[in-house]
Nanobody, 121 residues
Framework: QVQLVESGGGLVQAGGSLRLSCAAS????????MRWYRQAPGKQRELVAF???????NYADSVKGRFTISRDNAKNTVYLQMNSLKPEDTAVYYC???????????????WGQGTQVTVSS
């Protein structure tokens, strides 16, 4: 079994910064892609950032140039550095990872519990 535990959410003023982290634990053999999603009330969950095992990244256009995704493979942890935050960044942010468990034969997706990010005007 795999657990993803997020931290770093909170309340910040527009223009400020936050760093989210998500640590995976459990019977993990390998983690391939890791992602951050977000969901605002009444809106679809959207992919914010993607990072491959080797460090290749992609970002949603709305956060490009402001957010940076990174990972520490030794710690099974993914980060999201969020700078120049805007009120429209307010959402619940979710960590996602493709995990091969010990003794497993395929990668499957796991999700964190979500952490609230609120950006005030």
């Amino acid at each position: 079994q795999v657990q993803l535990v997020e931290s770093g959410g909170g309340l910040v003023q527009a223009g400020g910064s936050l760093r989210l982290s998500c640590a995976a634990s459990g019977s993990i053999f390998s983690i391939s892609a890791m992602r951050w999603y977000r969901q605002a009330p009444g809106k679809q969950r959207e992919l914010v950032a993607f990072i491959s095992r080797s460090g290749s990244t992609n970002y949603a256009d709305s956060v490009k140039g402001r957010f940076t995704i990174s990972r520490d493979n030794a710690k099974n942890t993914v980060y999201l550095q969020m700078n120049s935050l805007k009120p429209e960044d307010t959402a619940v942010y979710y960590c996602n990872a493709d995990v091969l468990v010990l003794g497993g034969s395929f990668y499957r997706g796991y999700w964190g519990q979500g952490t609230q990010v609120t950006v005030s005007s």
